[in-house]
């Protein structure tokens, strides 16, 4: 799936794949990438004149066929190469009949895509239902059918060579969408759409994502002591992750006995880290400091 082979962890370089996928149905790309293959009057028009100059073209062969015809009818059955013009003609002829059935089938093909478009029915409807509940699905599937979905929907994913200062990792992603046009809605060959969308969406114009914005323990102290003048605990850094909602692992190695031994996170740092946590985009900016003492 990515055209770049490099050491980012890939559960985090996963987890941002996915947050823009639930977000390519609003950029601009998505739009206009669809809209020019089956959503808008200009497209309307060209698909009327591609079956204008797809007709045409079969008047032509229908007549390259007839006149093939007349050329066997008026061969001399005593002339000696008369069995080789006739296989002759008649290879010509079959062609042209082939070539006549691949037209038709052409035809066909772009009048339905045209009487979807007429009707107001796109086939992006169908793509932006999928991405825009694609959290809620790619929870509930297993890892081949996550990695499925996400090769019929990508074609490419670029990530930047080291990690900026704004910690993002995807540069690009090249996205491809196949559209039916079958409106029995019934594809009896589903690995052959009637058109492919393709599009590279610029990651650079989005926010970073919050997985890729996500600070490992290490990050997280160095920019408290780097901005609050402060040092942290990895203790405090998880008891004020866990007070926040930041879902994590189990606890390992808690005491059974003497709880009451186990250092709180003063408020003065859980504020520190409660901002850094917002600068790293883990927990909304406007979370606000509560109360009660963190576990």
Request: hydrophobic content about 35%; charged content about 35%.
């Amino acid at each position: 799936m990515c055209g770049f082979c490099h050491t980012y962890n890939q559960e985090k370089l996963d987890a941002a794949v996915i947050e823009v996928i639930r977000k390519v149905t609003g950029t601009e790309e998505f739009r206009t990438a669809f809209a020019r293959k089956v959503g808008n009057r200009m497209s309307e028009e060209a698909v009327e004149a591609q079956i204008k100059r797809l007709r045409k073209e079969m008047h032509h062969q229908e007549h390259v066929k007839y006149k093939l015809g007349m050329e066997l009818d008026h061969l001399d059955v005593l002339s000696e190469s008369y069995d080789q013009q006739y296989e002759k003609l008649q290879a010509e002829v079959d062609a042209a009949y082939d070539r006549i059935g691949q037209i038709e089938e052409k035809i066909e093909k772009l009048k339905r895509k045209l009487l979807r478009m007429k009707q107001g029915i796109h086939s992006s409807d169908n793509i932006c239902l999928i991405l825009d509940h694609f959290d809620r699905l790619y929870e509930k599937m297993n890892y081949e059918e996550r990695r499925t979905l996400c090769r019929q929907f990508i074609q490419r994913i670029d990530v930047f060579p080291e990690k900026g200062d704004d910690k993002r990792i995807l540069k690009s992603i090249t996205f491809r969408f196949p559209v039916y046009f079958d409106l029995g809605g019934n594809q009896e060959g589903e690995d052959d759409p009637d058109e492919m969308v393709v599009f590279t969406l610029d990651c650079s114009r989005l926010p970073v994502t919050a997985a890729e914005s996500k600070a490992t323990y290490a990050e997280i102290k160095a920019h408290v002591l780097r901005t609050h003048g402060l040092k942290v605990s990895s203790l405090y850094i998880a008891q004020v992750k866990r007070k926040y909602g930041i879902e994590m692992g189990a606890v390992y190695n808690k005491p059974e006995k003497n709880k009451n031994h186990i250092p709180r996170c003063p408020k003065e740092k859980e504020l520190a880290i409660l901002d850094a946590l917002k600068t790293y985009r883990m927990i909304p900016e406007s979370t606000e400091y509560l109360e009660e003492a963190a576990e």
